[in-house]
Structure formats: structure tokens, C-alpha cells
């Protein structure tokens, strides 16, 4: 599955709460209607008030071809649909983004471990942006993520569901990947990966420990992005 996520910032004025109001309530049945979409989830943040960004808003198609006609390309934030409701969201993100401060990443997900037969609603969610490190390559990156990293990080206590998305067009990308670690329980992610907007958790035991050593073997961990936050399904005819 190819999936678009929009790292969500609200207009300058708007609070949190009118944010979410506005989002779900009205943008939210325009979006998961656009032409192509398979599955659309949100990501609400757990600790508004330390999280790097508003919400995210993940749209799902089974062919590229398909969101890049609704969503616009990789690197470009500046699409104009023409038609249905891809044309609809467009003109209603204005009433409640900062557009130009909302990063954007296409990829395509590739589900590393799966507890809950894909079922995601209701569960809680770290996403991590990844920026690799200075002096190696986006290939490199990839080896490295893929088949060091991974193999520890889907195995950290808590972990009912692990997703890698890798990007379709990586020059034009503004992250290397992005690495999706589910939970049932917000405590078990906390221990795990830290709390919202610590970035400098060091956790002592087991398979958290050893994923956090690793993490410097590969990623620029100031760079990275990170969102805690809790899923809902809004559609999924996947």
C-alpha cells in the first residue's frame, strides 16, 4: 500500500481544540470520500501541548498513480486537483492549516510485525520521521534500517504492530522513512520510547535499550521528528 501523512500545524489563532473540532468534523468526511483512498486514519497527539505538530492525517491508496493524482507529487506541496473531493480538501485545508509549515510524505508501507491483523483503531502510535545520518546515503540508509535496525525494533516490549514506510521519491523526500511502532497501552510506549517531546529517553533494559544504542548508527536523531499519538480508522475498505 502507497500512503500519504500529513504532519498536521494549525492556523495561527486557532487553538488545539478548535483545531481537532474543525479537522474531524468537517474536513475529515471531505477527505476520506477523495477518489482512490483505500484506508484514512488520524493520529490525535496524547500530550498537545509538547507535541511537535497537531495531529496527522494518513491517506492510503493501492496504486501510486492514484494518490499523486489526488494528492500531488513527492516535494511538491503546491497541487491543484481540478476535480471531486481531492479538489473539495484542497480548498478546505485553508480554513484550518498552516499548509506551509506541513510537511508531507508519500512512501510505501511495509507492515515488519503484525499482532492485530492490521486492526489499528484505538491504538497508540509513535511515528518517527527518520533523517539519516551526515555522510551516508539514502541506499545505505535503507540497508542499514531495514535489515539492522528493524529486526530489534519490532521486537521492543509492547510493540503489538510495527510499520516501515520507505519513500517513492527520496530526492525529492523530506525524511529517509518513516518507522510506526503500535501499542496497546500508553505506558508500555512511554517506557519504551520516551514521552512526547523527549527526544533524550534512555531506556535501561531489553530490546528499547538496544534499539535506542542503535539509533546512532544510522539517524540524526535532532532531526527527527517524532509524533505519540492515538490512531482512528475513519475508513478501511483495504
Known sequence: MYKHVALLVRQDGM???????????????IAREIEGVAR??????TDPENA????????????LDDLHDALGSEGSRDYDPDKGKAKEAREDVDNFLDVEERPRFIGEEI?????????????????????????????EFV?????????????????VRYATVLPT??????FDGVAELYFEDLDKLYDALG??????????????????????????????????????VQKDET
Open 15 to 29: 487553538s488545539h481544540d478548535e483545531f481537532v473540532d474543525y479537522w474531524q468534523n468537517n474536513h475529515t468526511p
Open 40 to 45: 484514512y486514519q488520524t493520529v490525535l497527539p
Open 52 to 63: 511537535e505538530f497537531d495531529g496527522l492525517a494518513e491517506l492510503y491508496f493501492e496504486e
Open 111 to 139: 507492515v515488519q510485525k503484525d499482532e492485530v491483523d492490521g486492526d489499528t483503531d484505538g491504538l497508540y502510535k509513535h511515528s518517527a520521521f527518520l533523517v539519516r545520518r551526515d555522510g551516508m546515503s539514502h541506499d
Open 143 to 159: 540497508d542499514y534500517w531495514q535489515n539492522n535496525h528493524t529486526p530489534i525494533a519490532r521486537e521492543i516490549d509492547g510493540v
Open 169 to 174: 521519491d527520496p530526492v525529492n523526500a523530506e
Open 195 to 232: 514521552s512526547e517531546g523527549s527526544r533524550d529517553y534512555d531506556p535501561d533494559k531489553g530490546k528499547a535499550k538496544e534499539a535506542r544504542e542503535d539509533v546512532d548508527n544510522f539517524l540524526a536523531v535532532e532531526e527527527r521528528p517524532r509524533f505519540i499519538g492515538r490512531e482512528t
